[in-house]
């Protein structure tokens, strides 16, 4: 089992920067790959950015050169750095973790954290 936490969240104008922080606790040698994902209202919800425990790293089209996802070598905690933001970025964003152990493949994902961004 792991469970996750995100802060961070909160009110930005249009051009300033957020960081996001996904703390993990559990069994946190088991996760295989950490992301973020969004979702707004009235839309699906869509990858951001993930990192491999092998430290590959890939983003969504609409964040690449704005957004840079790290985590310390433990896994623990990993942070979402956002700049330059746009309102089209206002969603709630979650936290998600992947597990494989013995061959079985698990999803986990935090409770998520409102990002708005207006004048």
């Known amino acids: 089992q792991v469970q996750l936490v995100e802060s961070g969240g909160g009110l930005v104008q249009p051009g300033g920067s957020l960081r996001l922080s996904c703390a993990a606790s559990?069994?946190?040698?088991?996760?295989?790959?950490m992301a973020w994902y969004r979702q707004a209202p009235g839309k699906e919800r869509e990858l951001v950015a993930g990192i491999h425990s092998s430290g590959r790293i890939n983003y969504g089209d609409s964040v690449k050169g704005r957004f840079t996802i790290s985590r310390d070598n433990a896994k623990n905690p990993m942070y979402l750095q956002m700049n330059s933001l746009k309102p089209e970025d206002t969603a709630v964003y979650y936290c998600?973790?992947?597990?494989?152990?013995?061959?079985?493949?698990?999803?986990?994902w935090g409770q998520g954290t409102q990002v708005t961004v207006s004048s």
């Open positions: 559990g069994i946190i040698s088991s996760i295989n790959a």
């Open positions: 998600n973790a992947e597990t494989y152990t013995l061959g079985v493949r698990r999803n986990y």
